[in-house]
């Protein structure tokens, strides 16, 4: 079983106009159209059997609607392999009723982002959903390391992601981007030793730009196979799940790289499903 436990689309009326807005800022391009029928395509070309889409809620007047449709998303995940997770904005008052929500909708966890909701990962205001997240057993997928959109930016460093862990406590936590993206040489020394899970999400192989516009060929490197095999060392193919950040990865690629690494096939098989149907309870 094949899941992508990192994608991302949008509602059809805006896909376009974000997509457009979102590759313009990052000097990416994308790899689908950004919408579900988009993902549902990508899934196919890939042979992926479970997508889950991670939604972002950049203010609080965004959050409920949000997990009403991730929650309507989800309904049929057992016949079109999609599950949605919901979200919360640091800034949401009513954040514990609003996770209890999240919990009753039948969503199996959330997503924040500490650089789009413009807030530390180990402020208070996060600590306290964090807590309340593991209260109530829902994953949290969190953004962690630099944003290529927010140039020197980091709002969820693996220094912050060990601060919080170490004051929250047990917590069913996915540090994504491989534990801080562009921030890899710290991901080892801050949280190898913790429970903490970390994805694969446009982490390996190399950025591929825009055609308009120009980059440095050593800001396009990504993590190289040899760096990657480090990591599974360091933390265990237990702890490691496959991940996209559909649509600026190309699912297939994506999975053709892991496919390609020199490890057996036990640990490649949880890589790409095992521990996220584990994680995911499915």
Known sequence: ??????????????????????????????????????????????????????????NTGQ????????????????????????????????????????????????KIHPVYQ????????????????????????????ADIGFPGVVRCSPQMIRRAVDIVGNLKLVAA??????NWSDVPKFLADTEIFIDTAFSTGNIIPRNDCHWQADDLKLLTAAQFMKLVDIFGADRILFGTDSPWTAQNTSLEWIRALPIDDAARNKILGLNAKALLDI
């Open 1 to 58: 079983m094949i899941i992508d436990m990192h994608t991302h689309i949008f509602p059809d009326k805006i896909a376009a106009a974000a997509v457009e807005k979102l590759s313009h800022i990052s000097r990416t391009r994308p790899f689908t159209d950004g919408t579900l029928n988009g993902l549902y395509q990508s899934m196919d070309e890939a042979r992926i059997n479970l997508s889950v889409i991670l939604p972002v809620a950049t």
């Open 63 to 110: 959050v409920e609607k949000i997990n009403v449709s991730a929650a309507a998303l989800t309904e049929g995940f057992a016949d079109d392999g999609i599950i949605s997770f919901g979200t919360i904005h640091p800034d949401s008052a009513g954040y514990r009723e609003e996770l209890s929500r999240v919990k009753n909708f039948g969503l199996k966890g959330i």
């Open 118 to 145: 413009d807030t530390d990962i180990d402020d208070a205001k996060f600590l306290r959903i964090l807590d309340r997240a593991a209260e109530l057993d829902l994953i949290v997928v969190a953004h962690a390391g």
């Open 177 to 182: 981007h491989m534990g801080g993206w562009k």
